[in-house]
């Protein structure tokens, strides 16, 4: 019996889906009182590079550390591909940072896997991955869509990265996939974040807004600005939810990617 439950237990730190691929790492339940509220932090880690062309996973673990996050959303992560001399990079920052994990590969890439990530110090109740459309034949986008538990309610988490092109209509329709994901949900609580690669007043923001708030509109000081980390003059990285009041956002100061991290704290209602 004992055989058969540690296998159970393997079986279910990897799962393959029907679209993409994920894969989930557990630990042992938080015990720290949440009362409900979040904080959620958002991050396209450039496959660890930091500014300085230097892959460090330890400087991004330790940001996250530091930010006091529940859950972190990555975007261009790393799994055993050439560039990063075939390392793990979410295993590794996972471990660094002492938090669960969760993983949604899109694409193979130099013989590794590459894709989002989320990790977080909360319980994981599922996992999977959706691929979304690709019209105009570009680099495979997805979004990673996690139950996390607090508290006893079940929250939907969805991290991604969409289409870098000018061209609104892949970005629309993957805002519309997003909803579709929501709408499947239910009238639970729903954070998504990432790396959009839109502007708030784009077409695909103003999909988004028919459902989310957006945190940084709702509380945030400034412009938000995120990418180039020189000079930021974009604000592409986004955390947006439902069913949860935003309490306050921040762009956090960082060296450790060419986006800069952003951060929310929200209270779900």
């Avoid at 409900?36 to 673990?61: P, Q, S, Y």
């Amino acid at each position: 019996m004992r055989r058969l439950l540690l296998a159970s237990v393997l079986l279910a730190g990897m799962v393959t889906a029907l679209e993409g691929q994920q894969e989930r790492r557990e630990f042992p339940p938080t015990t720290a009182p949440l009362s409900r509220a979040l904080t959620v932090l958002t991050f396209n880690i450039h496959h660890a590079e930091d500014t300085d062309g230097k892959v460090d996973v330890g400087r991004i673990a330790k940001l996250i550390q530091n930010s006091q996050a529940d859950i972190v959303g990555l975007q261009e992560v790393d799994r055993g591909v050439e560039r990063t001399a075939r390392r793990d990079l979410l295993k590794e920052i996972a471990d660094h940072a002492g938090m669960r994990f969760a993983f949604g590969k899109n694409l193979d890439h130099q013989g590794g896997d590459y894709g989002n990530a989320l990790l977080t110090s909360l319980p994981i109740v599922s996992v999977g991955n959706k691929r979304l459309p690709n019209t105009g034949g570009g680099e495979q986008r997805g979004v990673l869509q996690v139950v996390v538990d607090v508290e006893g309610t079940q929250v939907l988490v969805l991290t991604t990265h969409l289409d870098h092109r000018k061209e609104d209509p892949q970005r629309v329709a993957s805002a519309d996939a997003i909803l579709d994901m929501v709408q499947a949900f239910g009238p639970g609580p729903v954070v998504a974040m990432g790396d959009f690669n839109d502007v708030p007043g784009s077409a695909t923001w103003t999909r988004l807004m028919t459902v989310f708030t957006d945190t940084w509109a709702a509380v945030g000081s400034g412009d938000g600005f995120s990418i180039p980390v020189e000079a930021p003059a974009k604000r592409i990285d986004w955390i947006l939810v439902r069913g949860a009041e935003p309490v306050s956002a921040e762009v956090l100061k960082s060296e450790a990617s060419d986006h800069l991290p952003v951060v929310a704290r929200v209270k779900l209602r």
